[in-house]
C-alpha cells in the first residue's frame, strides 16, 4: 500500500559499510592504504549527499569500522555496530528493524555505500517514487544489481542485495524505478572502471579530493 500522497514521506536510510581493509579488493592498481582512504571517502560522500536530501529524516550506517562510525557519525548519521555479521542483506533488516522501532511513520530505503557521485536532488526523486509505489528499487548502472531499496512504512522491508539483485527484487514484487536523471545514483563503484564512470558523472567532494591528493584512478591496463 502506497503512502498518503497528501502527506509527504519521511525516510530513514540505511547505509551498510565494510570493514575498511575488506571492501573494494577489485580496486585494482591501489595499495591497501590508498584503496581504505578511497573507500572511506566514497562512503563518507554517499552519506553526506544522503542526509541533505529532501525528506530523508535519519540516516543509519550499519558498520563494525572504527573509522567508518568516526566518520560518518561526525557528519551526522547515527551508526549501528553490525551485530547480526550475517552479510549484507542481514546488516539492512538490522538497520530496518531498529528504525522502524524507533521512528515507525518513516519509510525505511536501503542505499549502497559506494555511490560517490549521487547528489542529493536525485535520491530525492527516488524517494518520492518509492513513496507513491509502496516497494521499490533502483538497479545499478549495469543493469543486473540494485543502487536502492525503499519500502514504505505499511510495505514489508525485503531486501535482495547481491548477485543478480535486479531480477530477485522484481520477483519479490518490488516496483522498478528508472529514470534518466538517476545516473549519480545508480553509479556504484566496485572497479577502477566503474570509479572512472563515476568521476565522469562527478564526484563528490571527499572522494575527488582523495583522487586530488595522490589517489588516483590507476592508468588503464594496455
Not at 170 to 196: C, F, P
Request: charged residues 20%; proline residues 6%.
Amino acid at each position: 500500500m502506497a503512502a498518503d500522497p497528501k502527506t509527504p514521506l519521511v525516510w530513514s536510510l540505511v547505509i551498510p559499510v565494510k570493514l575498511l581493509a575488506q571492501a573494494k579488493t577489485r580496486l585494482t592498481g591501489l595499495d591497501p592504504e590508498r584503496r581504505s582512504r578511497l573507500v572511506l571517502a566514497m562512503a563518507a560522500d554517499t552519506v553526506a549527499a544522503a542526509l541533505a536530501a529532501e525528506s530523508v529524516a535519519t540516516v543509519l550506517v550499519v558498520t563494525d569500522d572504527a573509522e567508518v562510525r568516526d566518520v560518518v557519525r561526525g557528519l551526522g548519521a547515527v551508526v549501528l555496530a553490525d551485530a547480526p555479521g550475517a552479510g549484507l542483506n542481514a546488516a539492512l533488516d538490522y538497520g530496518a528493524g531498529y528504525a522502524r522501532q524507533r521512528w515507525p511513520s518513516h519509510g525505511i530505503c536501503a542505499v549502497a555505500g559506494d555511490l560517490p557521485a549521487m547528489q542529493s536532488a536525485e535520491l530525492a526523486v527516488a524517494l518520492h517514487a518509492a513513496a507513491e509505489l509502496g516497494e521499490a528499487f533502483v538497479p545499478d548502472a549495469d543493469g543486473t544489481g540494485t543502487a536502492l531499496y525503499a519500502a514504505t512504512p505499511d510495505s514489508a522491508f525485503r531486501p535482495r542485495f547481491g548477485p543478480a539483485s535486479r531480477r530477485r527484487h522484481l520477483d519479490n514484487g518490488a516496483a522498478e524505478i528508472t529514470s534518466e536523471i538517476l545516473a549519480g545514483l545508480r553509479r556504484d563503484v566496485d572497479t577502477v572502471d566503474d570509479l572512472r564512470a563515476a568521476a565522469a558523472i562527478g564526484l563528490g567532494p571527499r572522494t575527488r579530493a582523495e583522487l586530488e591528493q595522490g589517489c588516483g584512478i590507476p592508468a588503464p591496463s594496455s
